[in-house]
């Protein structure tokens, strides 16, 4: 994942100018801290300038990828734009030297991120009118793999879950002890190279995580099949969106194959390999989030 750091990198000192001029991305962007034990543990938030105490807002988080950062995070999805466009926090954690514990077979961080996303939600209910029944994470790479794993560990506290170009770790697969089931969206370039689509030691092979979502969840095999529109020709990829439905709990499992997509985020401004424009994976992760809720009865800390 080094190649895509340092080309991140390169790509964030360029377009800093974006942040410090632009007021959508600067007036309502707020660091913060929390102390778990011993330890301080980061974030960066953007709160919609439609904000008003008097009203519950609902909560997702955006978990960066190895080696990167809230702020590169932020510049590679654009989500704060979605946040404001349809009035929901955003919040961007900090994992542990740039990483999230997800049990990677290799030296790996050892931080138990479950508790930490699990304090942040209580921190920021604190501070904010969260609808403790509209919380949602979602993540790239090393991030996407942290949401699957709040998926099967925080499924009391986290509504649904997006991937973006992440996976699970093989061994983990029977350790997914979720308490429900997990709406969940998969988006996955066939082109990847940093978590390939056919699998490795890694991760689980791109469409054995959709079955294994798609098992879990009691969700019908049979999936609608729907061609996105190919409007960005000069994009190089092409995307199909595959929904499973008749899940239990009245979740969903929905896919989106990116043919030739690399490892990227769709529709980001950062053009990091192939990266697709027919759709933005920020604002589908919304529109997949928003169809789903807990019953305010059974949410815990509400």
């Known amino acids: 994942m080094h190649l895509f750091q340092i080309r991140l990198s390169i790509l964030f000192g360029l377009f800093l100018f974006l942040i410090s001029s632009s007021t959508l991305l600067g007036q309502q962007k707020i660091k913060g801290e929390i102390e778990i034990g011993d330890q301080k543990r980061a974030y960066r938030l953007y709160l919609p300038s439609t904000y008003t105490s008097d009203q519950t807002i609902p909560l997702v988080f955006n978990l960066h990828g190895l080696t990167s950062d809230p702020g590169q995070q932020q510049l590679l999805t654009q989500m704060n734009e979605v946040a404001e466009a349809n009035g929901f926090i955003v919040c961007y954690p900090k994992g542990k030297n740039r990483s999230w514990n997800v049990n990677f077979p290799f030296p790996h961080s050892k931080e138990d991120d479950v508790q930490f996303i699990s304090a942040l939600i209580d921190h920021l209910k604190t501070l904010y009118n969260i609808d403790l029944c509209r919380v949602y994470a979602c993540g790239f790479s090393n991030g996407g793999y942290m949401s699957h794993k709040l998926a099967c560990e925080l499924s009391d ?62 969700c019908s095999t049979q999936s609608t099949k729907t061609k996105i529109p190919n409007n960005a020709k000069l994009d190089l990829s092409k995307a199909i969106r595959y929904d499973f439905g008749d899940c239990k709990d009245n979740a969903a499992v929905a896919f989106y194959k990116v043919k030739n997509g690399g490892h990227t985020w769709p529709g980001s401004k950062l053009v990091l390999g192939v990266t697709n424009r027919d759709f933005e994976a920020s604002v589908e992760i919304w529109n997949f989030f928003k169809q789903f809720s807990f019953e305010k009865e059974k949410v815990v800390g509400q």
Do not use: M
């Open 157 to 218: 506290r986290i509504v649904a879950i997006a991937s973006v170009s992440g996976s699970i770790v093989p061994a983990e697969e029977d350790n997914c002890t979720q308490s429900r089931a997990v709406p969940v969206l998969q988006i996955h370039g066939k082109a990847d190279p940093i978590v390939p689509y056919k699998g490795n030691f890694n991760g689980l092979a791109v469409e054995d995580l959709v079955d294994f979502w798609v098992e879990k969840n009691g």
